[in-house]
């Protein structure tokens, strides 16, 4: 059965830095989602895409975070300059479209010291 | 601004029991609403999705229904395990996603 993978299960950062974490939806799939998950809290939309542009953001979403699809089966998110209240499990998920079953991957765990 | 409520946020239960969690949301106009149980340190998996247009759909043991009208979706589980311990999320919305805090579900053998 078909699944959304998510790479890599666990990184750890330093304020500051660059991450890319990566993501690979399933391939009859048209829209693509990010979320977060903060410990012991709420799972977060952050951003959805679609025809290779950002339909949809949150306010968490600032111009420290960007979306890519780099190629015909990767969709990344970017995190600029990592901060602390970063810390957290990030879930891509991917669906037909807007209105039907999304289906999540397993998450990258971010840790920033 | 959607918000997704869920109650109660924990439940613990004999099994074999029947139960129903609740999932209440403020903007009706949600294109669908699903239902997740996700495990500990794990991701979500998706149990069952609700079109707007639909009033229930059914899975197995699982049964979930949707009034937009009044804002509500539940989610019924026949004869509980202890495999479904768990915390149960809704999602709804249109454009932006919003998922409720969740029901933690305990299922005593």
């Known amino acids: 059965e078909p699944e959304v993978t998510q790479t890599p299960s666990h990184q750890v950062t330093q304020m500051g830095q660059e991450v890319i974490l990566r993501c690979v939806p399933i391939s009859n799939h048209l829209y693509f989602y990010w979320y977060r998950q903060i410990l012991g809290q709420k799972v977060e939309f952050l951003v959805s895409?679609?025809?290779?542009?950002?339909?949809?953001k949150s306010e968490i979403f600032d111009d420290q975070f960007s979306v890519e699809r780099p190629d015909g089966s990767n969709f990344t998110l970017k995190i600029r300059s990592t901060k602390l209240e970063d810390s957290a499990m990030y879930f891509c998920a991917s669906s037909r479209d807007r209105k039907n079953e999304q289906y999540f991957g397993p998450g990258t765990r971010l840790t920033v010291t | 601004k959607q918000e997704v409520t869920q109650i109660p946020a924990a439940l613990s239960v004999p099994e074999g029991e029947n139960l129903v969690l609740n999932c209440s949301f403020t903007?009706?106009?949600?294109?669908?609403l699903q239902w997740f149980r996700q495990d500990p340190g794990k991701g979500l998996t998706s149990l069952l999705l609700i079109q707007s247009s639909q009033r229930e759909q059914t899975s197995g043991r699982l049964n979930a229904s949707l009034d937009k009208s009044s804002g509500r979706s539940t989610l019924y589980i026949a004869a509980s395990q202890p495999g479904d311990s768990a915390t149960y999320l809704c999602?709804?919305?249109?454009?932006?996603?919003?998922f409720g805090k969740g029901t933690k579900l305990t299922v005593n053998p």
């Open positions: 903007d009706s106009a949600i294109y669908n």
């Open positions: 999602e709804g919305g249109s454009e932006k996603l919003v």
């Open positions: 895409f679609y025809n290779n542009e950002i339909s949809e």
